[in-house]
């Protein structure tokens, strides 16, 4: 297993569908960061200053996270010939390689649906049929075939606690990506 595989599937979930809308909020503005920290990454090794305008949105010309992050790699590797730094090029190739998985979870919380998670744990309850209040979880949407099992069960359920510790690592991620910036 790697830290970034999907964690197990919940056994509850969380009382307050708030609490699951604030939690993706705040990870998925933390993914954004670590964007930010990417633009700025690539503006210091193009520039030489991680502000930059035209090198932050030279950042920004790729579609989707997987190209902006291999043209960064690509202005990286040709610094790091230029300008060898063993230490520097393996740490920059860490935080790469876990943004780059970190990606599948930003993309499952970014395109999941709030659902109350006893239909998910058991698909023939009903509205009626569960003791108790809802509890909620974030579940890919059902016209996501791919991210649904043979048994047509979710491949993934997140609460609130999954969903924060994603954001912790993201911050992670650009503290690590900033602190590259200004090596």
């Not at 307050?16 to 690539?42: K, M, P, Q, Y």
């Not at 876990?98 to 023939?124: M, Q, S, T």
């Not at 108790?132 to 047509?152: D, E, M, R, Y």
Request: proline letters at 6%.
């Amino acid at each position: 297993t790697h830290p970034w595989d999907r964690p197990p599937f919940p056994t509850r979930g969380n009382k307050s569908a708030d609490v699951l809308f604030e939690a993706i909020g705040r990870t998925l503005n933390a993914w954004e960061e670590t964007e930010v920290a990417c633009s700025h990454l690539l503006a210091a090794i193009r520039a030489g200053a991680p502000f930059d305008q035209a090198a932050n949105r030279d950042y920004g010309e790729g579609h989707i996270f997987v190209v902006r992050l291999g043209n960064l790699r690509t202005i990286a590797r040709q610094h790091f010939v230029r300008n060898p730094n063993q230490d520097l090029e393996a740490e920059f190739d860490r935080l790469t390689t876990f943004a780059e998985n970190y990606c599948a979870r930003r993309n499952d919380i970014a395109h999941g649906v709030v659902r109350i998670v006893h239909k998910i744990l058991d698909p023939d309850t009903t509205m009626l049929s569960f003791r108790g209040a809802p509890q909620w979880c974030l579940i890919p949407p059902h016209f996501k075939g791919s991210k649904f099992t043979k048994a047509n069960r979710p491949a993934y359920a997140l609460t609130s606690w999954e969903i924060n510790e994603f954001g912790k690592v993201f911050w992670s991620l650009t503290h690590g990506l900033t602190n590259l910036a200004y090596a």
